[in-house]
């Protein structure tokens, strides 16, 4: 096998769960089809699927093996269960929603994630799916972090450890690779390394209390992989980022931590790192470092070239390429196969489907917190806050959220970013049901914290307007905003977004649900 091709295994790149080249939502990072092609018969190892229906993701991982010349590493970011990417799958509550029970019970908070890591295996596994990447093993302690926020499973370090921990025992239990991820800890951040360099400023002392510990955990658990994180700790190496580091990835993890599974970077596309070396470099530091697997290089031409240029010229010894070469080999051979055909995997989807739909109703009813007595009395604005009103998944056109209010007289009025926030003037005369959808979200640069929503909700209350407040996401802001209410104010957190987590919100609120064919048409 020529030098070129055995580097081209440590590739992982991206691509579409769609089959067609213009359904992709984002073509700038997803490959098209004749590029896939390309480069898998060149001999890239690893792809990193993102969109599109469970049923396309079943007919695309086949597809893509098929124009394989190696077996592939297949992968997606569902830390939320395989339906948070794909369609028709099952979109659990996100990991946080343990961290309450936890705390109150741990043992049936264990139990639950190791339900959800069984869960998310089974049908990535049905599905095609080798490879999941979590869990979040980070420390969410860090109110204003912009990225991480519900998508880790604690926010003390003894809960992020046991929780991550039992979903990722469970999940490799099925056959599934697991990875721990974002090494060595990216919950006390307040920026975006999709954007920016975060810099985390503690001690080594404060790393292996908190940071480290679910990392520990993990390793001893026998995680498959361990994801790096892309952000500055100067207590470890000053100059580098750990991505980049051998201080950190090489000293720390594979000595001192004993791990011996696979490094993956972060996706190298980030601006975190493309700005700042540009992609053939970043892949070449990455793995000089100490990284065995290079996810979405920017260009992975670039990425290749700087690798094969670095074993060429010594940079890199022919013994370091062997050693990831083997660890690559080793991981696939803890990988159980999945159906033979889309059409299996699909019926295997299905006859799962009632007891994963019964799963997430636990994690969502053990997560739920309310107040006061309902139902907010209308008519009257049904006001709904969303990242983005023309695309936002938990929002289709018989959303809970939308329905259940206008049934009892609130008109929907939908606001995003775009549009900021509405002083309480512009929102007429009459009660206010308030929705507020936020939570952490990766290329958006903030944590959406409570301000200005604070202000909204002082002045609605100053003039007896709010009927009620519904907060889908983000625990930091309904912690920020529930002082402020009187106790008979109904108001419910979830954090939680999907249209199972509104109906239950809406429902604890007394909004019940009625039959609509609003939707149907002849």
């Not at 790393?207 to 498959?224: C, K, M, N, Q």
């Amino acid at each position: 096998m020529s030098l070129r091709r055995q580097l081209a295994e440590l590739l992982v790149l991206r691509c579409s769960g769609h089959q067609l080249d213009q359904q992709r939502r984002y073509p700038q990072w997803e490959l098209s089809n004749s590029e896939l092609r390309h480069w898998l018969s060149e001999g890239v190892g690893g792809v990193i699927l993102l969109g599109g229906s469970a049923a396309e993701l079943a007919l695309r991982c086949r597809q893509l093996q098929q124009w394989a010349r190696t077996p592939l590493l297949l992968c997606a970011d569902v830390e939320e269960g395989v339906g948070q990417r794909f369609d028709g799958a099952s979109w659990l509550a996100p990991p946080l929603a343990l961290a309450g029970l936890h705390r109150r019970d741990p043992a049936a908070a264990t139990a639950l994630a190791r339900a959800y890591g069984r869960c998310t295996a089974l049908e990535a596994r049905a599905l095609g799916l080798n490879w999941v990447l979590g869990p979040v093993c980070d420390v969410n302690n860090n109110p204003a972090n912009p990225v991480i926020n519900v998508r880790a499973w604690a926010e003390t370090a003894e809960s992020a450890a046991a929780l991550s921990q039992a979903f990722a025992g469970a999940l490799q239990s099925c056959g599934v690779l697991g990875c721990a991820k974002h090494f060595p800890g990216h919950g006390d951040t307040a920026s975006d390394s999709h954007l920016e360099l975060p810099l985390i400023p503690h001690g080594r002392q404060r790393l292996d209390a908190v940071e480290l510990a679910p990392f520990r955990s993990a390793i001893a658990g026998g995680i498959a992989a361990v994801m790096t994180a892309h952000l500055l700790l100067p207590e470890l190496d000053a100059a580098r980022p750990a991505t980049l580091s051998a201080a950190v990835l090489q000293q720390l993890l594979r000595q001192e931590l004993g791990f011996e599974g696979l490094v993956v970077t972060d996706a190298l596309v980030m601006e975190a790192i493309t700005s700042r070396y540009g992609a053939g470099e970043a892949a070449a530091l990455a793995f000089e470092a100490g990284a065995d697997l290079i996810l979405m290089p920017a260009d992975a031409g670039a990425a290749l070239d700087a690798l094969e240029e670095g074993c060429r010229s010594g940079r890199f010894s022919p013994q370091r390429l062997q050693q990831s070469l083997a660890r690559r080999r080793a991981a696939l051979t803890r990988t159980q196969p999945g159906p033979l055909t889309a059409q299996e995997g699909l019926d295997q989807l299905a006859a799962l489907a009632p007891q994963h739909q019964k799963l997430n109703q636990q994690l969502l009813s053990c997560s739920l917190e309310c107040q006061g007595q309902g139902p907010p009395t209308g008519p009257g604005l049904n006001l709904i806050r969303v990242d983005n009103s023309l695309q936002c998944p938990a929002l289709p056109l018989q959303a809970p959220a939308l329905l259940r209010p206008t049934q009892a007289g609130f008109q929907p009025r939908l606001m995003d970013d775009l549009a900021g926030p509405w002083a309480s003037a512009g929102l007429g005369d009459g009660p206010v049901l308030l929705q507020l959808f936020v939570r952490g979200n990766p290329f958006r640069g903030n944590s959406d914290g409570g301000t200005p929503w604070r202000a909204l909700v002082e002045s609605l209350l100053a003039e007896q307007r709010l009927a009620g407040l519904v907060i889908y996401g983000s625990p930091y802001l309904w912690r920020e905003l529930k002082p402020l209410l009187p106790k008979a104010l109904p108001a419910v957190y979830s954090p939680a977004q999907m249209p199972a987590a509104q109906a239950l919100a809406l429902q604890a609120m007394g909004l019940e649900g009625a039959s609509d064919d609003s939707g149907f048409t002849d």
